[in-house]
């Protein structure tokens, strides 16, 4: 087996949610009164934990009204947005073929928090899925590499026995710190020449696409 250990990206990567987050994020700025966002501006931070996506998409935002906008952001994407959010086709079938392998570990790094994740789990049916995961919250934001490496330490797994799935520069980029091996998805908010900057192992251009070279690579 070439990779004992298959840590996922959630939002891009496994369930097709950007658009919920682009809308939420955006009725939550004009609830505070920052202003009008636009989708490519908000997709760009999608993966950062929401304190550090705040920051960068806000620039020089206080305390008073970051925080304000968190609140509403959490409440429209939880509560208020009915914008749909599924697992992309073939995301269910495709862990279900790699949990076959009792040898096979699979993991989640996020920037979600991890009230955000155990929703999200319980919403789909999934934490049964993963051996462990990682959440903005609980660690350091992505592209800093701790959360993989608090990771590869529970699991007992070396980084070069690993490999990291996302859609966007900071999933790589955690990886490539650690000398990690990464695959790039096309499918989610950063472009493919911005991915293939990290130098990543595969592009895959649809979850079929991606859980087949995973199948193959994890033999």
């Not at 155990?118 to 590499?145: L, M, N, Q, V």
Request: one cysteine or more; aromatic letters at 6%.
């Amino acid at each position: 087996m070439r990779y004992e250990l298959i840590i996922f990206d959630w939002d891009g990567t496994l369930m097709d949610s950007v658009s919920r987050i682009v809308s939420s994020m955006q009725a939550a700025a004009l609830e505070v009164e920052w202003g009008n966002l636009e989708d490519a501006a908000v997709q760009d931070i999608i993966g950062l934990g929401l304190p550090e996506a705040i920051e960068q998409l806000c620039p020089g935002i206080g305390p008073i009204q970051a925080e304000r906008l968190r609140q509403r952001y959490a409440h429209h994407f939880v509560e208020a947005d009915l914008t749909p959010m599924t697992l992309f086709d073939g995301v269910a079938e495709g862990i279900a073929r790699l949990r076959t392998r009792k040898e096979q570990r699979l993991a989640v790094a996020t920037g979600k928090s991890r009230r955000g994740l155990d929703r999200i789990f319980a919403e789909t049916g999934s934490s049964s899925w993963f051996h462990a995961s990682r959440t903005a919250d609980e660690t350091c934001s992505k592209p800093d590499p701790r959360m993989l490496h608090e990771l590869l330490e529970e699991l007992s797994i070396p980084a070069e026995r690993a490999v990291m799935v996302g859609d966007t520069e900071y999933d790589l980029e955690m990886a490539r710190a650690l000398g990690m091996d990464r695959v790039a998805v096309t499918y989610g908010v950063h472009a493919p020449a911005r991915l293939n900057a990290s130098q990543p192992v595969f592009v895959a251009e649809d979850a079929a696409q991606l859980f087949d070279w995973l199948h193959n690579a994890s033999v």
